[in-house]
């Protein structure tokens, strides 16, 4: 069955840096444009950034362009995302799955997340 396990989250001062993992099993990882997505507290689930199938093409949210990277590593079926300068405003649960716009749905059920706390 899928499964997709998101970790690296934590708490960090503004200004620092994250690295989350998405570590994906039960489908051919290869085969999926991937994102990330956050729930921010008392807001609805929102994307952060996509990436095609083979990594060569990104898109990001205008909130966390310039400071978020994602990539992907398909030899270990999974997918990161560096964040940098992190802002109180990134506090949020991080949660990986199908580029849904890409791939017409979701792969699952959503994960459990990885909560990412920014303050100082």
């Known amino acids: 069955q899928v499964q997709l396990v998101e970790s690296g989250g934590g708490l960090v001062q503004p200004g620092g840096s994250l690295r989350l993992s998405c570590a994906g099993s039960?489908?051919?990882?290869?085969?999926?444009?991937m994102a990330w997505y956050r729930q921010a507290p008392g807001k609805e689930r929102g994307l952060v950034a996509t990436?095609?199938?083979?990594?060569?093409?990104?898109f990001y949210a205008d909130s966390v362009r310039g400071r978020f990277t994602i990539s992907r590593d398909n030899g270990k079926n999974t997918m990161y995302l560096q964040m940098n300068n992190l802002q109180r405003e990134d506090t949020a649960v991080y949660y990986c799955?199908?580029?849904?716009?890409?791939?017409?749905?979701?792969?699952?059920?959503w994960g459990q997340g990885t909560r990412v706390t920014v303050s100082s």
């Open positions: 799955n199908a580029d849904i716009a890409t791939m017409g749905g979701t792969l699952g059920s």
């Open positions: 039960g489908f051919t990882f290869r085969n999926y444009a």
């Open positions: 990436i095609t199938r083979t990594g060569g093409n990104t």
